[in-house]
């Protein structure tokens, strides 16, 4: 029988400290007075439709980038909360822009791509069945 290694013996690693995503992401922030919760669509559109739609291309990346270094129980809910602020700041007067646009289409092109993953796979799968 083998003898156990050092490695076998030793403690477990700590689990990485996870940022908070209102800290990492550059398009969250703490509501003001302090406790009173996040803003998760704190974004300044430009007018002009091309570079918005850019810019929201970029937080998308930026989002997805997060979520995937950092993917737990709690991100997982983070899609519907930055939904419902963009809801929240149209009711109070913000118009949809490129920024909008933009981060909508890149979330939802990882998701098209995630999900032809998915389906070949599962294709693949009935085949092989």
């Not at 300044?44 to 091309?50: C, K, L, M, R």
């Not at 791509?113 to 069945?129: F, L, P, Y």
């Amino acid at each position: 029988m083998p003898k156990p290694t050092a490695a076998a013996n030793a403690a477990p690693l700590p689990a990485p400290k996870v940022p908070h995503y209102a800290a990492a992401l550059s398009f969250m922030a703490l509501r003001k007075p302090r406790g009173s919760g996040i803003d998760h669509w704190v974004v300044s559109p430009t007018g002009h439709y091309g570079a918005d739609l850019e810019t929201g291309e970029r937080l998308a990346d930026e989002f997805l980038a997060f979520i995937g270094a950092h993917p737990t129980v709690g991100h997982s809910t983070l899609l519907p909360c930055v939904i419902r602020d963009m809801i929240d700041h149209a009711v109070a007067g913000q118009r949809w822009s490129g920024v909008h646009a933009g981060f909508v289409r890149g979330v939802n092109q990882y998701a098209m791509a995630a999900a032809r993953i998915i389906a070949s796979s599962s294709a693949e799968e009935a085949t092989h069945a």
